[in-house]
C-alpha cells in the first residue's frame, strides 16, 4: 500500500481518505465561522479576488471542486447567470449537504455531485472554468487531480487553484506561532475540536510552495499559469490556462 502524508504524520493512503473525511465532518458546521476567525474575514477577500480573476461569463459552465458549503459556487453562479450552469461538489457528503441546505435556503438550486476529485464524473473538454478553493492540500494524489481538472476543461479554459502556500520569510516565525499554538486553541473553544485543526496547520506545511505547484500544473496540461500571492504569500492564487 502506497504511503503519503496526513498533516505530518505518515499513513497509507486509503486511511488517509478516512482521516480528512473525519475532519470535514467534525467542523462542518462550523466551518464558516472558522474561516472567518482563523483568517480575521480575509478568506471573503481572497476568494472574491479569485471569482473576479475566473472571468465567468454568462451562459458558461463551471465546475466547483471541494466546493464545501458552497460560497465560491453561490458567487459563480452570480456571474454565470440563468443560461449558466455551476456544479456545486465535494468528496465530503457532511460539507456538500451543509452547502446544498444553505443555498437552498438563500433560493439557489444548483446541481450537486459528491465525487472525488481524483476521478471527476464528467466527459472531457465540458467546463469552461473549474476552481478549488482551500481544496487542494486535502487531496492524496495531487498530481492526479489536477490532471483530471484539466481533462474536463475545455481548450482554453480556465483552472484556479485558491490555496495556503508558503508565507514571505520575514512572516514566517509569527505565522508558525498563531499556526501551531493559536489556531488549535481556536478550534477547541468554538468547534470543539482542537486536533483538526492542529492537522490543518500541518497539512498547510506539507502543501507544495508556489513553484511546485505551478509546475505541477504545468505537467498537468496547463499550457500558461500564473501564480499570483495574497497577503504576503499566505494564501496563493494559481491560474491556469488549459492548452
Known sequence: MAQT???????????????V???????????DLMNDLMSLGMHRAWKAYAVALAGIRPGDKVLDIAGGTGDMARAFARKAGADGTVVHTDINETMLRTG??????????????????????????????ACVSFGLRNMTRKDQALAEMCRVLRPGGRLLVLEFSKVAEPLRKPYDWYSFNLLPKIGKWVAKDEDSYRYLAESIRMHPDQAELKAMMKRAGFGHVDVHN??????????????
Not at 502524508?5 to 482521516?19: L, Q
Open 5 to 19: 502524508h496526513f498533516g505530518y504524520e505518515t499513513v497509507d493512503e486509503a486511511e488517509k481518505a478516512r482521516k
Open 21 to 31: 473525511r473525519g475532519v470535514f465532518d467534525s467542523v462542518a458546521k462550523r466551518y
Open 100 to 129: 446544498r441546505d444553505r443555498m437552498l435556503d438563500e433560493g439557489l438550486s444548483l446541481p450537486t455531485v459528491t465525487c472525488d476529485a481524483e476521478r471527476l464524473p464528467f466527459r472531457a473538454d465540458l467546463f469552461d472554468v
Open 230 to 243: 495574497l497577503t504576503a504569500g499566505v494564501v496563493a492564487l494559481h491560474v491556469g490556462i488549459k492548452c
